[in-house]
């Protein structure tokens, strides 16, 4: 069965330093692979989404992630962080012989310091 | 707004009673999806609709869980004889598209307390 990890329950960054999170996953054929992010009282909203193709994928909101097969990760990055950026995230992947059910990590929690 | 609406956004009730959450996915989207989200933790399946058809539940979903979507439009998740362990935040999610390549778009969800 699919399984994703983030390692990192909260992860405190001050303003305008760079931001990155961390996931594995394990799925034993090809993955789709997601990041969401959900602010308080608001719905999951996507960030980027991974399924083929260049390894190194572009989202809203100034966020990349770069999938690594031989590690099995998939983290998140972004260059410089905004107070607004202040929520929990989310790494899934999505499995099923159809439909695309995502499977959720645990959710990194970032605070942002002034 | 033609987003995913849940109803209602909040819901206390007594443990032993019933409760129905009905989720309206955007309009042209063939897939409905269940999520349950626990405090502190990353949202679990439950249960998946394609068109009115309910394709696969999660062993999380006991028998005291049923949800359907019978027009394939809305759908209703309902709880009966609610446990304190039901609490929870409940997620619907919609998607357009047959493989599994199709954006989920999250609604904001029905927290449920149970006392």
């Known amino acids: 069965a699919q399984s994703v990890t983030q390692p990192d329950i909260h992860i405190t960054v001050s303003e305008g330093a760079s931001l990155e999170l961390r996931c594995n996953y394990s799925y034993g054929a090809t993955p789709y692979l997601f990041w969401y992010v959900q602010s308080p009282g608001q719905g999951l909203q996507l960030l980027l989404k991974?399924?083929?193709?260049?390894?190194l994928v572009q989202g809203i909101k100034g966020f990349e992630a770069e999938f690594k097969r031989s590690q099995s990760s998939f983290n998140l990055r972004k260059p410089s962080v905004h107070w607004s950026d202040a929520a929990e995230y989310f790494c899934a992947v999505g499995a099923g012989a159809a439909g695309n059910k995502l499977t959720f990590g645990g959710g990194t929690r970032v605070l942002v310091k002034p | 707004d033609t987003g995913v609406s849940q109803n209602p956004r909040h819901k206390i009730t007594k443990r032993g009673q019933n409760v129905t959450f009905r989720c309206d996915p955007i309009?042209?989207?063939?897939?409905l999806y269940w999520y349950r989200q626990t405090l502190g933790q990353g949202p679990e399946f439950l249960t998946y609709?394609?068109?009115?058809?309910?394709?696969?539940k999660s062993r999380l979903l006991s028998d005291r869980f049923s949800a359907e979507r019978p027009k394939g439009s809305f759908s209703t998740l309902e709880i009966q004889r609610t446990e304190q362990g039901d609490s929870a935040m409940y997620l619907c999610?919609?998607?357009?598209?047959?493989?599994?390549?199709?954006?989920?778009?999250f609604g904001e969800g029905s927290r449920l307390t149970v006392l």
């Open positions: 991974y399924f083929s193709g260049d390894t």
């Open positions: 999610a919609s998607s357009l598209g047959t493989g599994r390549t199709g954006e989920l778009f």
């Open positions: 609709f394609q068109n009115e058809a309910q394709l696969e």
């Open positions: 309009s042209e989207h063939n897939r």
